[in-house]
């Protein structure tokens, strides 16, 4: 299917959710055809690079007056799983109710790259030359590392990104919610991600024996502490100038103290005050581990000797992998074993904000 330019982005948006793009396996080629024929309706030229042919990446170029570093504008059209989940509407319908479009995708990120593919054709359209190069990249695999997408061009092709000193991504843009007015943000950084894995190890036994510091007892007593643990608060010079410009635009009639989460000794007053507002502030201050898979046991009747946890981590900026892991193996106990499967860069824990 083909859509032109003078669609609205919520179209392409729409048309992208339709497309089953789960990763894994990914298989966006269906997708990046949709933006790329959008993109050729205003005459875009567009090159394709890909690791692997089902899981094409998308760069466009559109060339500014050199006086400027070049502006990157990135989104990924892959997406994370459905199974096992209730949804009002079918995940890949594309249905529109209320005004509101529904599908796995709307949010991360089709209807990001629907946005930036709508500007770009437009300013292409316009004939605009701006101070810096603008460059377009719609990415494959997102959701699982990034080694066919993001990783892949930057590894192989640096010459896509030559120049470019900013980039513009998936997250900013959007409104913040909780306030008595509407506020949207500007995303400036992006907590580094680790993937890690724990294993516990123990007797097993065949399952009619009492059970008594079984594996699975051990196995419970460490996803409780996972689930309670907290890891320490992490104010740095950017959550605080995030903070700072939030609590500037509420202005002083807010009853939110948000000035004090910016002091590491008021910060644990100020987030218990927050209500349904703190999971979001703590995530800015925290590095996270939450575990997402665990694994025990291969047979009804017999209790296992060994199992195994699987962590999705985010650091604040600042913080190290190994900083991360330490601080885990504190929470779990010195005998769980455990390994890094991977890890992202590190986030500088300051930003360049002349581009603002």
């Given at each position: 299917m083909s859509i032109n330019t003078s669609a609205a982005a919520s179209d392409l948006a729409r048309e992208l959710v339709r497309v089953d793009t789960v990763n894994p396996p990914g298989s966006e080629a269906a997708a990046q055809a949709l933006v790329a024929s959008f993109l050729a309706a205003s005459e875009v030229p567009v090159e394709t690079y890909a690791r692997e042919s089902s899981r094409p990446n998308l760069v466009a170029r559109l060339p500014g007056r050199g006086e400027r570093p070049a502006l990157i504008l990135h989104g990924h059209v892959d997406v994370v799983g459905v199974d096992g989940q209730v949804w009002t509407h079918a995940p890949f319908e594309?249905?529109?109710r209320?005004?509101?479009?529904?599908?796995?995708?709307?949010?991360?990120?089709?209807?990001?790259?629907a946005m930036l593919a709508?500007?770009?054709a437009r300013a292409a359209r316009d004939r605009l030359v701006p101070?810096?190069?603008?460059?377009?990249?719609?990415?494959?695999?997102s959701e699982t590392g990034g080694r066919a997408g993001l990783a892949y061009l930057l590894e192989q092709h640096p010459h896509l990104f030559a120049g470019a000193s900013y980039a513009i991504g998936e997250f900013g843009g959007f409104p913040l919610s909780g306030f008595d007015r509407r506020l949207y943000a500007i995303g400036v950084g992006l907590k580094q991600y680790a993937h890690l894995r724990l294993?516990?190890?123990?007797?097993?036994?065949?399952?009619?024996?009492?059970?008594?510091?079984s594996l699975t007892g051990e196995l419970a007593r460490v996803l409780g502490r996972l689930d309670t643990v907290r890891a320490p608060l992490r104010v740095t010079d950017m959550s605080t100038q995030v903070l700072t410009s939030i609590a500037e635009a509420l202005g002083p009639s807010s009853d939110l103290p948000l000035r004090d989460l910016t002091n590491e000794a008021t910060a644990p007053r100020a987030l218990a005050s927050?209500?349904?507002?703190?999971?979001?502030?703590?995530?800015?201050l925290r590095d996270t581990a939450n575990p997402t898979l665990v694994r025990a046991g291969h047979k009804f009747n017999v209790t296992p000797s060994e199992a195994t946890v699987e962590l999705d981590c985010r650091l604040t900026p600042?913080?190290?992998?190994?900083?991360?892991?330490?601080w885990v193996q504190s929470v779990v106990g010195p005998t769980v074993e455990i390994t890094v499967l991977d890890s992202g860069p590190p986030a500088p824990a300051t930003f360049d904000d002349s581009l603002l």
């Open positions: 594309g249905v529109v209320d005004g509101v479009l529904w599908g796995r995708g709307t949010l991360d990120n089709k209807a990001g790259v709508h500007g770009f101070g810096g190069d603008i460059i377009l990249v719609s990415a494959a695999d294993r516990l190890t123990g007797t097993g036994g065949h399952g009619s024996r009492p059970s008594n510091g927050l209500g349904a507002l703190r999971p979001g502030f703590e995530a800015m600042g913080g190290s992998v190994e900083e991360l892991v330490a």
